[in-house]
């Protein structure tokens, strides 16, 4: 169960005094430790995720502080190899940690993102990024995932590679990787003389704007652990007499990026955002009338936002999405068609940490990041937050001007994904002016709302945003 104390609804309805945040346009801080690299590194390009036809992001969370996780990878239409792959490593971890750390009471959390490092003609890239609490040192980690939809195969980071300049691609990471503090050329020849690791590593490589190869190894792979990560670049014209002919074109398409993806998926499925649009502002009186407060967190999600705001609107019904700044990002569409509809959009962080876990300004970047999404997706900015988790302390407060928002209706919708189950429990713990807890991610969810909305609209209930339920009480 969650351990943290439930407020009563007026209170956690109280705005928060809060101090300056900082700026959203600043670089994203460090996680932890320090990172090696001979020279600031060349940017890895930025794409845009909304691009990609019939991307669906695959989203899992936890609300319970004794077992907090979050994992996100991207499901894309036409690389279903390479959506296994990512799918049985993010399965195979958070079945480890539930194990390690669940069962068995660590103090530890997981959170797994993803980032698209190419989305371009027949090329996709991923990188899938690990921050495991319980796990030793600091328990980061990242592998990138390639799909070459020419051959129609899923290809690991070694593949862009060709195999007959392996070696002296590993003779040149050997070279750049000599010298370096914490590194010993002793134990650097050991590790790749080892023929399963020449196989396998490094096993996350990106190329940059300019055609360089990026090259990252993890906490302790290649050196002491206390000094970190190792980043070396390769530059374009070191690299490229290198490149396998698929990492030849994932290199052009990283440089010079096409119009669209196309990985030879039959018809990707049709836009899903609804159309329907609230008439004039909310007149509700939550003095006069019984009012409570719906809230969904973790979204957008396809389809489930989609289906979730069509029950609304049926009912004319308002609600508060607090979404995470990656499936904005994605989904920019869903998070215009919640606006559109009278709802309320909220900040849920980037990528779902426990913000008390980071430094004041990592938690600044996760939700200034987030708030920018927002805003470039509605045109407005977001004036609340809701901190995964429900973790909140003096560090996450000063990081933001965003008010903060709990609940005092949990569904635990993400731990029973069972909709009767879910709709009993907000039928059977309503009251006036309750903030009730769902996720827009979970099907079982979304499927519990109509039961949702038809009981309490019998019982008097109005369904209003957090805001509004704010202003008027």
């Known amino acids: 169960m969650r351990t943290h104390t439930l407020m009563p609804s007026l209170l956690l309805l109280g705005a928060l005094s809060l101090t300056t945040a900082c700026s959203s346009g600043s670089p994203e801080p460090a996680s932890a430790g320090p990172r090696a690299t001979a020279a600031s590194p060349s940017p890895i390009r930025t794409v845009d995720p909304s691009r990609i036809k019939g991307l669906e992001i695959v989203n899992d969370s936890s609300e319970q502080r004794s077992c907090p996780f979050a994992t996100s990878y991207p499901d894309v239409p036409g690389a279903e190899a390479m959506t296994a792959a990512m799918k049985k490593d993010v399965e195979g971890r958070l079945a480890t940690f539930r194990e390690s750390a669940c069962e068995n009471g660590s103090d530890g959390e997981l959170n797994i993102s993803h980032q698209f490092l190419v989305a371009s003609a027949d090329v996709l890239g991923v990188r899938l990024t690990t921050r495991d609490g319980s796990a030793a040192a600091d328990g980061q980690s990242a592998r990138t995932y390639w799909y070459d939809g020419k051959a129609g195969t899923y290809r690991t980071a070694p593949d862009l590679i060709a195999q007959g300049s392996r ?42 704007a300019d055609g360089g190869l990026r090259v990252t190894f993890d906490r302790g792979e290649v050196g002491t652990p206390a000094a970190g990560s190792y980043l070396v670049t390769l530059s374009k014209e070191t690299v490229t007499p290198w490149l396998s002919a698929f990492g030849k074109r994932a290199q052009r398409q990283t440089v010079t990026p096409g119009g669209s993806l196309d990985l030879g998926a039959t018809q990707p499925p049709a836009p899903v955002a609804p159309t329907h649009t609230a008439s004039g502002d909310d007149d509700t009186d939550c003095k006069k009338v019984t009012c409570i407060a719906l809230t969904f967190d973790d979204g957008p999600a396809a389809p489930e936002t989609a289906t979730l705001l069509t029950h609304l609107a049926q009912y004319k019904a308002r609600a508060t ?4 700044g990656q499936n904005v990002a994605a989904h920019p569409d869903l998070v215009r068609a919640e606006a559109r509809g009278g709802h309320e959009v909220g900040n849920h962080s980037w990528n779902h940490p426990d913000l008390t876990k980071l430094r004041s ?36 407060r000063s990081a933001t001007r965003l008010s903060p ?6 569904t635990e919708d993400w731990k029973y994904r069972d909709s009767a189950k879910v709709a009993q429990t907000v039928i059977g713990k309503a009251q006036r002016n309750s903030v009730v807890l769902m996720h827009d991610i979970h099907p079982t969810s979304v499927a519990a709302l109509p039961q949702i909305l038809r009981a309490l609209t019998a019982r008097g209930y109005h369904f209003v945003t957090v805001s509004h339920l704010r202003a008027t009480l």
């Open 405 to 410: 928002v709990l609940w005092d209706v949990d």
């Open 361 to 396: 300004e990592q938690a600044a970047y996760q939700l200034n990041r987030t708030s920018a999404a927002i805003k470039a997706a509605t045109g407005q900015e977001p004036t609340l937050f809701r901190p995964p988790y429900g973790a909140l302390n003096s560090t996450v």
């Open 321 to 324: 999405f607090f979404t995470v």
């Open 167 to 208: 070696d002296a691609f590993i003779t040149g990471l050997k070279e750049r990787l000599k010298g370096r503090e914490g590194v010993d050329a002793a134990s650097l020849d050991d590790t790749f003389s080892d023929p399963a690791t020449r196989a396998s590593a490094p096993d996350d490589m990106a190329f940059t």
